[in-house]
């Protein structure tokens, strides 16, 4: 069993940025993709980042060019920088782990694990 703790979340003004943090326990890290995935007010959750076993990273069209997913494996931590923060990137953030990628790095379904999220509010 996995545990994932986020962090890093909170209230920035457009154009900011912040770096969230997920901390995995319980599993050998770096054998998992990793990803990151978002939930706004009213609507679906969505993804946004992931990066796999072996280093790659895929990024959701909106946050292409503003936002890096980085691994640490000797620190079990998957990272998420975010630059130039919009309104509309304001949503509970997750981290989620998945020992194996079948339908794709965007399809929250391939993941096994789950953090509990933590809050991005950007204000305009």
């Known amino acids: 069993q996995v545990q994932l703790v986020e962090s890093g979340g909170g209230l920035v003004q457009t154009g900011g940025s912040l770096r969230l943090s997920c901390v995995a326990s319980g599993g050998t890290f770096s054998h998992y993709a990793m990803g990151w995935f978002r939930r706004a007010p009213g609507k679906e959750r969505e993804f946004v980042a992931a990066?796999?076993?072996?280093?790659?990273?895929y990024y959701a069209d909106p946050v292409k060019g503003r936002f890096t997913i980085s691994r640490d494996n000797r620190k079990s931590t998957v990272y998420l920088q975010m630059n130039s923060l919009k309104p509309e990137d304001t949503a509970v953030y997750y981290c989620?782990?998945?020992?194996?990628?079948?339908?794709?790095?965007?399809?929250?379904?391939?993941?096994?694990?789950w953090g509990q999220g933590t809050q991005v509010t950007v204000s305009s």
């Open positions: 989620a782990a998945a020992s194996t990628i079948l339908r794709g790095v965007s399809v929250g379904a391939d993941y096994d694990y």
């Open positions: 990066i796999t076993s072996g280093g790659i990273a």
